[in-house]
Structures are given as structure tokens and as C-alpha cells.
């Protein structure tokens, strides 16, 4: 199917019209979501950073497209197909399962616009960006029951391996440490689901902008996870460190509820060396290549 490039660009802002038209109420709840609950803010990233990634990339690829009106319907019909089970196919399906099965239709159908009007080329093209715009489908409550345990649980025992490295007696029992006389219980809001999740979108989108191979890219990805662990404990650490030594209101201080964000920011830190290392070795190994066989 042939279509000139003004049609394209009219067609594919209607087929973005009519998903807000259908997917309207699901996409206001996800930024409800992301508003209120802590693990969910990471939703109001990923529309910017992904419109970036594209505009960015879209200068320095070629422009030539061609629709794919086929394999595009086949994927439009897909996410009226998981829309209609949302609705009509699944009374047993809880509140927060059912919208993310409407954001992930609706992701499904801004993918397979981009298909229908510019075809498969151009969806190779943008590969990231358009999967990124996955990160929009709420994780389900399902998911998060298990996730936020497993990071209680890991960010004490890092903390814990912390005051045995500086030498403070501790013991720990599940998500509660004794210290000295000290009784902490990381709790499921200090889980740090928020700024686990933060880091881990950041350091996709950093591993795609500076890394080539897909291997670096998934190493330094799966750095991100444990990293992520490993700043909650030094967080929870320090916290208990100020308050045992310093001052007690460290326990329930500003440090406590709002820093966070200073310990997301020490974790970027280590991900942007992690990355400029590896960037280093992509760049250095042609070089030497050619240097050899010159």
C-alpha cells in the first residue's frame, strides 16, 4: 500500500486520535497512578524520553518509508483483540490486571499505527523507543507483592553486610536487624520501589544512547537491578548511622522520607562510569583492530 508522506503523517494522527479516544479512561487512570503510588511514577517518563529518543534518531537515519498496511492491521486488530478480552473475556480479572491490559493494548496499537502508516522499516528503525513505550503498562499488583518483599529483604541484608564490613555487631531476622541495642525494620515503603525502577529505565535509556552491542547493553541493564538493592542498603546505612552517632531525628528526618533521590543519583553516577568504561572498550577495540591489520 502506497501512501505519500503527507497522507502517512494525517493517518497515523488519526489512528493516535482514536486511541485516546478508546483508551482515554485507562490512560487517565496510569497518570492517576503515577501521581499517587510510588512505584508507578515512573509512567510519566516514558512518553518524553521515548518522543525523544525518536526525534533524536529520526536525524540520523534516512527518512525513506513505506507503509505496511497488512502486517499494521494484523497488529491493530491484535490490540482491539486484548482490549475486547479486558473487557468482556475476563470477569475474574482484578482491577489493576484489568488496566494494565488496557495500557498494554494501547501500546500495542500506537506500535502498530507506526507499522500501518510507515511501515515495518521504520519500526526496525525505532525499535527502542517504540518497545520503551512498554514501560506506560502499570506492573500489577500480582507483581508488586512479590517485588517489594524481595527488595525488604535484599536491601537488609545488604545493609546488614554494611555494618559488618565497619565492624558494628548486627543480626538479622527477615526485614528486621538488631544493632547494638538498635531494633530497624525495613518496611515496605522503604522498599525503594520507586527509585529501583527509576534507575533501571534510566539506565536503559542511557545503555541505548551510548553502548552499540547488545551485550553491553544487557550487562550493564543487569548491573542496574542489584545496584539498585545495593543504594537502598547504603541509604538505610547511612540513615542509621547518622541517628545511632549523630542525632536521633535522622530516623524520621528529611534524609529518611525525601532522600532518595540523593541515593538514585550516587547509583546513576556509578551506571554513567559503568557505561563510559564500556564505551571506552566499543571505541578502543576497532582501533585496535585496524591498528593491527594496517
Not at 513505550?133 to 535484599?154: G, T, Y
Request: proline fraction near 4%; glycine fraction near 8%; charged fraction near 15%.
Amino acid at each position: 500500500m502506497k501512501m505519500t508522506p503527507r497522507t502517512q503523517i494525517v493517518a497515523f494522527a488519526f489512528l493516535c486520535g482514536v486511541s485516546i479516544v478508546l483508551w482515554w479512561h485507562a490512560l487517565v487512570s496510569a497518570l492517576r497512578l503515577a501521581l499517587s503510588e510510588e512505584p508507578y511514577t515512573h509512567i510519566l517518563l516514558i512518553v518524553p524520553l521515548s518522543l525523544a529518543l525518536i526525534c533524536l534518531e529520526g536525524r540520523m537515519s534516512p527518512r525513506n518509508c513505506e507503509s505496511d498496511a497488512t502486517v499494521g492491521a494484523f497488529l491493530l486488530a491484535g490490540a482491539l483483540l486484548i482490549a475486547g478480552f479486558e473487557r468482556w473475556g475476563g470477569p475474574g480479572l482484578g482491577a489493576d490486571l484489568r488496566l494494565s491490559l488496557r495500557m498494554f493494548a494501547m501500546v500495542i496499537w500506537w506500535v502498530a499505527s507506526v507499522v500501518f502508516c510507515f511501515g515495518v522499516g521504520t519500526f526496525r528503525r525505532f525499535l527502542f523507543p517504540l518497545c520503551f513505550l512498554f514501560w506506560m503498562v502499570p506492573v500489577p499488583a500480582v507483581v508488586l507483592n512479590w517485588m517489594i518483599p524481595v527488595l525488604q529483604k535484599e536491601s537488609a541484608s545488604t545493609t546488614r553486610v554494611l555494618f559488618q564490613i565497619v565492624g558494628v555487631p548486627v543480626a538479622q531476622n527477615g526485614t528486621l536487624l538488631d544493632i547494638s541495642g538498635l531494633r530497624l525494620e525495613v518496611r515496605p515503603e522503604c522498599s525503594s520501589i520507586r527509585s529501583s525502577l527509576l534507575l533501571i529505565v534510566t539506565t536503559m535509556v542511557l545503555a541505548h544512547l551510548f553502548l552499540r552491542s547488545w551485550w553491553r547493553k544487557a550487562l550493564i541493564i543487569a548491573v542496574a537491578i542489584p545496584l539498585a538493592v545495593a543504594k537502598n542498603g547504603l541509604r538505610i546505612f547511612v540513615i542509621a548511622e547518622l541517628g545511632r552517632r549523630v542525632d536521633s531525628g535522622f530516623f524520621d528526618g528529611n534524609l529518611h522520607h525525601h532522600g532518595g533521590i540523593v541515593f538514585l543519583g550516587i547509583a546513576v553516577v556509578a551506571v554513567v562510569a559503568l557505561i563510559w568504561f564500556l564505551h571506552r572498550w566499543e571505541v578502543r577495540r576497532p582501533r585496535e583492530l585496524r591498528a593491527r591489520l594496517s
